[in-house]
């Protein structure tokens, strides 16, 4: 299978002095296949941290529950949460660890959260060793689509509502010319009281 393959599907990533906006497609493929209809591809860390994947579902969920567990690790020794650059550090660490094996991990991520220090959101890339604080980010293969209409409409001043039209308006434009980008799209909002799902009627309404 091609690059493009193992990384089928397009997420994006949206920040504010209000919060962030996390967003992305629902079909998972292999090849030419559509093999799930309703993937999870933005998945909770912890209740103000947020983690979108473009890649290997596999990968995808053995990371998560890596993480998970050395976060709760973190949290009794320290008995707070870890930061979100704290997060994505560990994340990074530990895919660069393993980029030169038989088996690297087959990811993009994009890591988006708010702690004391206020909202923070960075993009990684499969081998770990790139680690960017982004405004806004794009992965996958309908990322080049994705990131033109973010290209044209990302301004530093928008509001959380604004973010929200403008990431659930960069994926649909993914949908309707990627092959492995479809079925639907998933919306998490971070703001000062933690992340929440948005509505598939929301959603749909935005769509349209």
């Known amino acids: 299978m091609d690059e493009q393959g ?33 993937a999870e591809k933005i998945h909770l860390i912890n209740d103000n941290t947020v983690m979108t994947f473009a890649g290997s579902v596999a990968d995808s969920q053995m990371l998560l529950r890596y993480l998970k567990s050395q976060l709760a690790l973190y949290k009794i020794k320290r008995e707070k949460e870890a930061s979100v650059n704290s997060i994505a550090t560990l ?5 660069f ?4 094996s038989f088996s690297p991990f087959m990811i993009q991520f994009i890591i988006g959260g708010v702690d004391e220090s206020g909202f923070h959101m960075f993009s990684l ?3 770990g060793s790139k680690m960017e604080a982004d405004t806004f980010t794009s992965t996958g293969s309908g990322s080049p689509i994705a990131y033109g209409v973010l290209e044209d409409n990302y301004k ?16 649909n434009a993914a949908i309707k010319r990627d092959l492995a980008t479809g079925n639907g799209i998933d919306v998490v909002v971070i703001d000062k009281k933690g992340a929440t799902r948005v509505e ?9």
């Open 156 to 171: 530093k001043d928008l509001t959380i509502e604004e973010a929200l039209k403008l990431a659930v308006r960069a994926v």
């Open 200 to 208: 598939k009627k929301k959603i749909e309404s935005l769509m349209s």
């Open 97 to 100: 660890s393993n980029a030169h």
């Open 91 to 95: 994340l990074s660490h530990y895919i």
């Open 6 to 38: 193992k990384k089928g599907t397009t997420t994006v990533g949206i920040i504010t002095k209000e919060g962030i906006v996390l967003a992305a497609d629902k079909r998972a493929s292999m090849g030419y296949l559509v093999a799930d209809k309703n």
């Open 125 to 127: 890339d499969m081998l």
